[in-house]
């Protein structure tokens, strides 16, 4: 199997990013010039939190730097080692669908037990790609 093929998945990942930072800038300019609010005003986390109510796609957008780090390492592990296996790619796949859930969650009802699934799904199938993965180095190395 192409060991690339797990950078598909990556790329979901990225064009996720970008919606949801483009939602973000959205929801940002609409509420400054609704409510007539200058952007330096809003210049620190906690400023915006003061002024700007609707944090979800800021937290979102910043939700999506953080465990999502660790499926980006998985990623790239995979093909620098060439371990990739269509296992991966469905766990990768079911990951960025579990994220792409979470975030559409979160963007919209933000139902907190709807989005602490999508959550739990993601981290589940991120510890099973690098469940995988270490079975993967542990069975193929050569001492």
Not at 4 to 27: C, E, G, S
Not at 85 to 104: D, E, G, I, K, T
Request: contains cysteine; proline residues 4%; glycine residues 2%.
């Amino acid at each position: 199997m192409d060991a690339k093929l797990i950078l598909y998945p990556v790329l979901a990942m990225f064009v996720l990013v970008v919606i949801v930072a483009v939602t973000m800038l959205r929801r940002r300019v609409a509420f400054y010039k609704t409510n007539r609010v200058h952007p330096q005003q809003t210049a620190t986390s906690a400023q915006m939190a003061a002024t700007m109510p609707d944090s979800r796609a800021p937290d979102n957008f910043r939700n999506l730097f953080e465990l999502p780090v660790m499926f980006y390492v998985l990623c790239l592990a995979l093909v620098v080692t060439g371990l990739t296996s269509l296992p991966q790619l469905v766990f990768a796949w079911a990951y960025v669908a579990a994220r792409y859930a979470h975030s559409y969650i979160q963007l919209t009802s933000n139902k907190v037990m709807l989005r602490f699934y999508a959550f739990a799904a993601s981290g589940l199938m991120l510890l099973a790609g690098w469940g995988m993965f270490a079975y993967q180095l542990a069975t193929t190395a050569k001492v």
